[in-house]
């Protein structure tokens, strides 16, 4: 399979639902279940402290550092499974990343809420390529702005081992969230590879 682009406005969606053959996904999914160093970050949610509905973890090379709450955060060095993953991934998009964002979705309760990847860490028209592995979940993407993009919101399941690619103009003019399933489904682990720009 190969990456196909989604007919979208102001935007560069790439999706291949079998970038990773199942029986790796599922073995990737265990391993990394077990061996990454997940944390639940805290978050402000209408001036209240609240726990992230997921768990996260960050991995990188070790000059690709971001502010985040006033505070300097330094990635966990690479890993031989995220390293391997994170050179697949860099021949299917033709790009280099130099971090990746993990998420971990432990049931249908865990979430993303609405937002861009559009820290200015990431420079103006960043490439973020997601692998996905476990439990398919609804990825839904909205415009920013529906009266300059006037478009539907869209839904796209992202099964196990499936690579989805945001690039161009897409974090500038599109949301995107993981909404919460009522749905009796098991974990999934999502990968985001980043390039971090600034020193
Ligand atoms: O879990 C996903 O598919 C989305 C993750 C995401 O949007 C992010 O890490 O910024
Ligand atoms: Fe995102």
Redesign the pocket.
């Known amino acids: 399979m190969a990456l196909t682009l989604l007919p979208l406005p102001a935007a560069e969606v790439l999706l291949d639902t079998h970038f990773l053959p199942a029986l790796l996904a599922q073995t990737l999914l265990t391993e990394l279940t077990t061996s990454i160093a997940w944390r639940q970050e805290p978050i402000k949610l209408f001036g209240k402290e609240v726990l992230q509905p997921r768990l996260t973890a960050w991995y990188g090379d070790a000059g690709a550092q971001y502010s985040y709450s006033g505070l300097t955060w330094q990635p966990l060095p690479w890993t031989l499974e995220l390293q391997e993953l994170r050179e697949q991934v860099e021949a299917a998009c033709g790009t280099s990343f130099n971090s990746v964002?993990l998420?971990l979705?432990r049931h249908g309760q865990d979430s993303?809420g609405w937002?861009a990847?559009n820290e200015p860490e990431l420079g103006r028209e960043p490439v973020?390529a997601?692998v996905?592995l476990g439990a398919a979940?609804n990825?839904r993407l909205r415009p920013r702005d529906p009266q300059r993009t006037p478009h539907e919101p869209v839904t796209l399941e992202?099964p196990s081992g499936s690579l989805?690619v945001m690039r161009g103009s897409t974090q500038q003019h599109w949301l995107?969230a993981?909404p919460k399933t009522a749905r009796p489904i098991g974990p999934?682990l999502?990968l985001?590879f980043r390039r971090i720009v600034t020193a």
């Open positions: 964002l998420n979705y993303m937002h990847d973020i997601s996905s979940r990825f992202l989805l995107h993981v999934r999502n985001t």
